[in-house]
């Protein structure tokens, strides 16, 4: 397969995956009608480098240890109570002035470490890579760096793409939106940050 190919199949396949409903959408919502369209780029910056550390870990051998079970249950209970935890802060708080400015280079740096954070608590984003990302690795590794390369800018090009236009799209109808509709608005994405750690846990532990 031709490095257009690895990049172009990479990318179609990511998207899909991103279109999906899942804890990191449900925050990118959350943060995008406080602080604008930055918030999902942000926030697939931090995902962004989980995966490039994990495709360098993949690389190296970790997939095994990524495939077994036992993993996959400590990456479940793990992962759902941190969903709990966001879910609860998520709720907790008020619905603020949606006016307000935010300073820009804490809620970079938090924005950034929340994506790291709601990706990796995610065991299906895990499973994803070592099945999905494990074999397209396969494939992108006989044409080595540029391969490697193509498949990874490939995947992290429809997660952008995806995420900023969620946040673009909501930051520009957010004017419409006033603090109550936000604070339902912000409890439906922590019910549902909620639920799908509970349903994690469970599913660990059953």
């Given at each position: 397969?031709?490095?257009?190919?690895?990049?172009?199949?990479?990318?179609?396949?990511a998207?899909s995956g991103a279109?999906?409903?899942?804890?990191?959408?449900?925050?990118?919502?959350?943060?995008?009608?406080?602080?604008g369209?930055?918030?999902?780029?942000l926030?697939?910056?931090g995902?962004?480098?989980?995966?490039?550390?994990?495709?360098?870990?993949?690389?190296?051998?970790f997939?095994?240890y990524?495939?077994h079970p036992?993993?996959?249950?400590?990456?479940?209970?793990v992962?759902?109570?941190?969903?709990?935890?966001?879910?609860?802060?998520?709720?907790?708080?008020?619905?603020?002035?949606?006016?307000?400015?935010t300073?820009?280079?804490?809620?970079?740096?938090?924005s950034?470490?929340?994506?790291?954070?709601?990706?990796?608590?995610n065991?299906?984003?895990?499973?994803?890579?070592a099945?999905?990302?494990l074999?397209?690795l396969?494939?992108a590794l006989?044409?080595?760096?540029?391969?490697?390369?193509?498949?990874?800018l490939?995947?992290i090009?429809?997660?952008f793409l995806?995420?900023?236009?969620?946040?673009?799209?909501?930051s520009?109808?957010?004017q419409?939106?006033?603090?109550r509709?936000y604070?339902?608005?912000?409890?439906?994405?922590?019910?549902?940050?909620?639920?799908?750690?509970?349903?994690l846990?469970t599913?660990?532990v059953?």
């Amino acid at each position: 397969m031709n490095l257009f190919a690895i990049a172009s199949t990479s990318f179609i396949v990511a998207l899909s995956g991103a279109l999906s409903p899942g804890p990191l959408l449900a925050v990118t919502v959350n943060r995008s009608l406080v602080n604008g369209a930055r918030a999902g780029p942000l926030l697939i910056t931090g995902h962004s480098i989980l995966e490039f550390l994990l495709v360098i870990l993949l690389v190296a051998g970790f997939g095994t240890y990524l495939k077994h079970p036992v993993f996959a249950k400590i990456s479940s209970i793990v992962g759902g109570c941190l969903l709990l935890w966001m879910a609860f802060n998520m709720m907790q708080k008020s619905a603020p002035d949606l006016t307000a400015q935010t300073n820009l280079k804490n809620f970079a740096g938090s924005s950034i470490f929340n994506g790291i954070v709601v990706s990796l608590s995610n065991p299906y984003w895990s499973i994803w890579w070592a099945t999905i990302g494990l074999t397209y690795l396969s494939i992108a590794l006989p044409r080595g760096f540029s391969g490697i390369s193509a498949f990874f800018l490939g995947h992290i090009s429809a997660d952008f793409l995806w995420y900023a236009t969620v946040s673009f799209s909501i930051s520009k109808g957010k004017q419409k939106i006033t603090p109550r509709i936000y604070g339902v608005i912000s409890a439906c994405c922590g019910i549902f940050l909620g639920i799908f750690g509970i349903f994690l846990i469970t599913k660990a532990v059953i």
